[in-house]
C-alpha cells in the first residue's frame, strides 16, 4: 500500500454487499471501491458473505470481513439482504468511517467533507430529485417525521456512536412494533427508517441538527 493511503488508514470506506437473485452488490461495489479509490483516496472494507464473493473478483478490496446475512427481508418479491448495517460499529477496522450503499457513485472528493461538519454522527437528512426539484421530503408516515437517509453516514470510534448502533439493533429487532407505533409499512425492513428512530432515541426522541 502506498504512502498516501498509509496515511489514510484511520479513514476508510465500508460497503456491505450480499449479492441478491435479482442483484449483484459484490460487483456493485467492486466499482464503488475503485470509484472512492480514485475520488477519495481512502482504502475500502467490505462486509459480505461467501456466496456473494466470485471465482475471480476484479478488485481486492483492502479488507475483506465474512458475515453470516440475515436473509429475513422480502423486496420485490425476492430475497434482499439488507439487514445487519448495525453492525458497521464493530466491523469497520476505521477510527472514522463513512458507510456508503454499494450503488452510491462517488463522482468527486466531496465526501470527504463529511469528516470536518461532524461530531460524532452525520448522515443526509434531505433528498433532491432531479425531475422533481419541488419533491416534499419522504416522511416516515403521515403521523409521524421525516425521513433520515442510510445511504451515506459517517462516524467516529465514540461511545454516543455506539449508542446510536446500538439503537440501530435494538429497532432492526423490533421493527414490527417500532411499525405500529408510527404507522408505517413494516413488511419491508428499510435502514433509512431504522436510523430515523434510532438517532431520535439517542437524542431523547428529538431531533439533533448536528447529526
Known amino acids: 500500500m502506498g504512502g498516501t493511503r498509509e496515511k489514510t488508514m484511520s479513514r476508510g470506506v465500508l460497503l456491505f454487499a450480499f449479492n441478491s437473485p435479482r442483484y449483484n ?24 458473505d461467501k456466496d456473494s464473493i466470485p471465482i475471480n473478483p476484479s478488485y481486492i478490496f483492502d479488507k475483506t470481513i465474512l458475515v453470516e446475512p440475515d436473509k429475513n427481508n422480502i423486496r420485490e418479491y425476492t430475497v434482499w439482504i439488507n439487514k445487519g448495517r448495525y453492525q458497521a460499529f464493530e466491523l469497520s477496522p476505521y477510527n472514522e468511517t463513512i458507510v456508503l450503499d454499494t450503488d452510491y457513485m462517488v463522482n468527486s472528493n466531496k465526501l470527504l467533507k463529511t469528516f470536518d461538519t461532524y461530531i460524532d454522527f452525520c448522515c443526509h437528512d434531505t433528498t433532491s430529485f ?36 446500538d439503537s440501530l439493533e435494538m429497532v432492526q429487532k423490533n421493527y414490527d412494533h417500532y411499525a405500529n407505533i408510527h404507522s408505517f409499512i413494516s413488511n419491508v425492513y428499510r435502514n433509512d427508517y431504522a436510523l430515523t428512530l434510532a438517532l431520535r432515541i439517542v437524542n431523547g426522541h428529538s431531533s439533533c441538527t448536528h447529526d
Do not use: C, D, G
Request: charge should be positive.
Open 130 to 165: 432531479m425531475m422533481q426539484p419541488k419533491a416534499a421530503q419522504e416522511v416516515l408516515s403521515a403521523y409521524s417525521f421525516k425521513t433520515l437517509w442510510a445511504t451515506v453516514m459517517t462516524f467516529k470510534k465514540t461511545n454516543r456512536a455506539k449508542q446510536i448502533f
Open 25 to 48: 452488490y459484490y460487483t456493485m461495489a467492486e466499482y464503488t471501491a475503485k470509484r472512492i479509490n480514485h475520488f477519495l483516496n481512502l482504502p475500502v472494507t467490505v462486509v459480505t
